[in-house]
């Protein structure tokens, strides 16, 4: 059994998604993050970087204690190779998925991050910034979109992996980025496929069961968007 500190954010998306794909047994253990529940001690304990999702592996395969980990990326990278399933298992192909991995890590999810506050959130809009993060989100699109126009049917080719699971959740919101999807047709294609996966579905009517309002509001936008070093201390 796993257990799953998540909330309905896409890098939680990430996880759910390999969790229904793999069949995995889990329970999810909602953080509400608008109200602040990531900074419970318990949770700190397991996700010192005070953000979703984390989980806990009740049976890693050293057999010894309960293994924690945080950080999506790891968290997608330690189930492909626990189940061995996601992530091919020859030096090219496992390196291929990971750069795409990483390269959502390091790129696709912090620059749509910023996309979102700027556009969304910020308290007055901020024109250069706007343009910024738009343009370099598009970009990255446009990137994914060449990639996958090389005739793959997913980003690592044949096989769906946790390269494509780390990549849906940021492109769903396309229209919240100010990106219109049919510039992009590789890209389109590929986000149709992955979007009528029976366990996308899953993953994201769970999302639905546990959370219908919006994760940022007037309420919680200070908790979210104001920390320093003083929320670690």
């Known amino acids: ?128 910034a706007i343009e910024r993060y738009v343009k370099e989100t598009s970009r990255l699109y446009g990137v994914l979109n060449k990639h996958l126009g090389d005739g793959r049917t997913f980003i690592a080719g044949d096989g769906y992996s946790i390269a494509d699971m780390a990549c849906y959740p940021w492109i769903l919101p396309h229209e919240r980025q100010r990106q219109v999807l049919s510039d992009f047709p590789h890209l389109q294609a590929w986000f149709e496929r992955v979007r009528k996966r029976p366990a996308t579905v899953r993953a994201y009517q769970k999302a639905n069961e546990i959370n219908t309002a919006p994760v940022v509001d007037a309420a919680s936008r200070g908790l979210l968007f104001g920390q320093d070093a003083g929320v670690v201390r």
């Open 1 to 128: 059994m796993l257990d799953l500190h998540y909330w309905t954010t896409p890098n939680g998306h990430k996880v759910t998604m390999f969790l229904e794909e793999a069949a995995l047994p889990y329970r999810i253990l909602p953080v509400h993050i608008g109200r602040g529940e990531q900074f419970a001690p318990e949770f700190l304990r397991i996700a010192p970087n005070n953000r979703i999702p984390a989980i806990v592996d009740h049976a890693p395969a050293d057999g010894g204690a309960p293994l924690s980990l945080f950080e999506s990326g790891a968290i997608l990278q330690y189930l492909a190779d626990k189940t061995q399933r996601f992530i091919p298992q020859d030096l090219r192909g496992r390196n291929l998925v990971l750069q795409w991995l990483y390269w959502q890590m390091g790129g696709l999810g912090p620059m749509a991050g910023q996309n979102h506050h700027f556009v969304q959130y910020a308290p007055e809009p901020l024109p250069y």
